[in-house]
T-cell receptor, first 114, second 111 residues
Framework: NAGVTQTPKFQVLKTGQSMTLQCAQD?????MYWYRQDPGMGLRLIYY???????DKGEVPNGYNVSRLNKREFSLRLESAAPSQTSVYFC?????????????FGDGTRLSIL | SQQGEEDPQALSIQEGENATMNCSYK?????LQWYRQNSGRGLVHLIL?????REKHSGRLRVTLDTSKKSSSLLITASRAADTASYFCASYEDLGGKLIFGQGTELSVKP
């Protein structure tokens, strides 16, 4: 059981380049989330998908787009990367949103933008 | 906006000692959760306490919740070197249903 798988694990981009971070889960969870983690800032929610076919903005959505491709996969896209987007990105899932369910995290994608 | 604030930011203890971490939040919550993050890894859920609960135990973990003070604490008893990690509280808002994370406490347990 892989749980939540994120690819790639590391990436270096130049300012202005685009890329897509992939997240796949085999937990049959309905809800999926993208967070970024910066030193001293904890985790901040970028976008989330309460269920297949829906996506909503979180606290820091600017500069990002998401796609809930199917129940298993939720991708995060940076259209024109900026140095301020250098961060560690985490994908998480929960059985359903608006519930007392814990979230399950992948091991992150470490992204550096030069 | 970030809701959780944790104290202390860093804690260093000897193996066998107890470790206490505190978390404060700002608005009405449905539940509060604690997570552990080992270096270079994702967060792992430890325990969830609902707003109508005051204390909860799981193995060597004890969590308390005081909704009147909008605060929670995590106690790890008889700590081990393997407990070395960052610990995050996350409050689940009543309105909006989002999980808001604190900035974390970095715990170092020396053998």
């Amino acid at each position: 059981n892989a749980g939540v798988t994120q690819t790639p694990k590391f990436q270096v981009l130049k300012t202005g380049q685009s890329m897509t971070l992939q997240c796949a889960q085999d937990m049959n969870h309905n809800s999926m989330y993208w967070y970024r983690q910066d030193p001293g800032m904890g985790l901040r929610l970028i976008y989330y998908s309460a269920s297949e076919g829906t996506t909503d903005k979180g606290e820091v959505p600017n500069g990002y787009n998401v796609s809930r491709l199917n129940k298993r996969e939720f991708s995060l896209r940076l259209e024109s990367a900026a140095p301020s987007q250098t961060s560690v990105y985490f994908c998480a899932t929960s059985r359903q949103d608006y519930s007392n369910q814990p979230q399950h995290f992948g091991d992150g994608t470490r992204l550096s933008i030069l | 906006s970030q809701q959780g604030e944790e104290d202390p930011q860093a804690l260093s203890i000897q193996e066998g000692e107890n470790a206490t971490m505190n978390c404060s939040y700002k608005t009405s919550i449905n539940n509060l959760q604690w997570y552990r993050q080992n270096s270079g890894r994702g967060l792992v859920h430890l325990i969830l306490i609902r707003s109508n609960e005051r204390e909860k135990h799981s193995g060597r973990l004890r969590v308390t919740l005081d909704t009147s003070k909008k605060s929670s604490s995590l106690l790890i008893t008889a700590s081990r070197a393997a407990d070395t990690a960052s610990y995050f509280c996350a409050s689940y808002e009543d309105l909006g249903g989002k999980l808001i994370f604190g900035q974390g406490t970095e715990l170092s347990v020396k053998p």
